[in-house]
């Protein structure tokens, strides 16, 4: 029997591969899906330039596809890990799975087998009186504990390695995550690779119009969340990424990941917090380096657009006034008419008009009502017609005070 153990321990040994199929890039080579492009449903806008990165970086966790499944859907670790944490996380869960298998299956087949075997066959034998085989009860303590031993290495190795991030800090970057009943706030905390620009790239992200921002994440980078929570306990949980810390206040924990494969991701508040645990979601978008450099532009600028938003979506039933709609857009122009910052202009109008769709309307209203349209089939194009309104006025008054060249590429849809 003991033999018999050895030589299903060395199967089970034998079936598990290293976790470290992956390309010259060391990612992962499976896990195609992900990378497909994630396709957005938003009603009636062209899907452009602006909406493309609308769907990036303010994705809509809650949209669903024509025949009712999510656009994005909850990824498994086990399907699709996303981080090289969740590739180990995943590694060491069905390497100690399959070592300690063959102790549920071969007592209950053996017992299975005793219980036939010498079961009363009614031939009047005697049952044994034998107790005791020191050699047996000895073998079978020292197999268990040597599969203990054999699964306690690895395990003990990954989860040093989910306490130590990686020493060079040049590619990493920390977020500090606030919990708070019941939402999360997101601080960006430290680039590494450009320390100057540090202080120019502090941005802190959390709700808008009370839907929760993801975490948008650049591809490739190394990141720690150092976590905390301002009122009760929390835990931050995407399982794709393979972490899941307690969130607790006066104290920081942190996890450290390297996200791999673009895409949009959910989690979910892990620790029991009170009456809205169940909606304190988590969302994360990956995206490439490139756009999250082009994330941080459009951030720092963000809240110069809130008199812009304001007068082209005001108060229910009231109508846009053309000539606030110029004071804002011209006041925005004065901090800056970049071409970046014109484009941020437009983005975050989409972005907003994206998320106020999310958003229950007010009671006794329509969201035909809050958008200004006629009716709800009317709303994509009301939408529009506003955004082209900004986009006019935009255009109209850059020309009017200093020429850009790039406003005409944007206006086609580059990217600036
Ligand atoms: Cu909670």
Redesign the pocket.
């Known amino acids: 029997m003991p033999r018999l153990f050895l030589l299903l321990l060395m199967v089970c040994l034998s079936l598990v591969t290293p976790i470290s199929a992956a390309d010259s890039n060391g990612i992962p080579v499976k896990n195609t899906v992900a990378n497909a492009p994630v396709p957005m449903v938003n009603v009636g806008q062209t899907i452009d330039a602006i909406d493309a990165d609308v769907a990036k970086f303010n994705p809509n966790i809650y949209a669903l596809n024509a025949d009712g499944t999510p656009v994005n859907h909850n990824k498994s670790p086990f399907v699709e890990p996303a981080s090289d944490i969740a590739r180990d996380v995943v590694w060491i869960t069905w390497f100690s799975s399959l070592v300690f298998l063959p102790f549920l299956v071969l007592p209950l087949l053996l017992l299975l087998y005793v219980i036939f075997k010498f079961r009363d066959h009614g031939d009047d034998r005697k049952p044994a009186t034998f107790t005791g085989n020191h050699k047996l009860e000895v073998t079978w303590t020292l197999i268990p504990c040597l599969a203990l031993i054999v699964v306690s290495y690895p395990t003990w190795i990954i989860l040093d390695k989910m306490e130590s991030p990686p020493k060079d800090k040049k590619d990493q970057m920390t977020v500090i995550v606030r ?1 708070k ?2 939402a999360w706030d997101y601080a960006y905390q430290g680039f590494y690779k450009n320390p100057k620009a540090e202080i120019k790239q502090n941005i802190t992200i959390g709700q808008n119009m009370g839907i929760q921002d993801p975490l948008v994440l650049p591809k490739g980078r190394t990141v720690q969340l150092h976590m905390t929570s301002d009122d ?4 931050w949980w995407i399982p794709a990424f393979g972490v899941k810390k307690d969130c607790i206040k006066g104290r920081y924990t942190y996890v450290w990941f390297t996200p791999e494969i673009l895409g949009v991701y959910k989690g ?7 009456a ?3 909606i ?1 979601l988590i969302s994360a978008s990956i995206v490439t380096p490139a756009e999250f450099d082009r994330y941080i532009t459009l951030q720092q600028a963000k809240d110069d657009v809130l008199k812009v938003w304001s007068a082209i979506q005001p108060a229910v039933g009231v109508k846009v006034d053309d000539k606030a709609l110029r004071d804002a857009i011209a006041g925005y122009l004065s901090k800056g008419k970049t071409a970046e910052r014109q484009y941020a202009l437009r983005f975050w109008i989409a972005s907003n008009y994206s998320t106020l769709q999310r958003v229950p309307p007010p009671k006794g209203t329509s969201m035909a009502q809050v958008i200004g349209a006629q009716n709800a089939a009317d709303i994509p194009a009301a939408i529009k017609a506003r955004r082209d309104k900004v986009d006019a006025l935009l255009s109209e008054l850059v020309a009017h005070v200093t020429s850009i060249p790039n406003i005409v590429a944007i206006a086609s849809g580059d990217l600036p």
């Open positions: 919990g009943q019941f009760v306990n929390h835990a979910q508040c892990a620790e029991l917090c009170g809205g645990h169940g304190m």
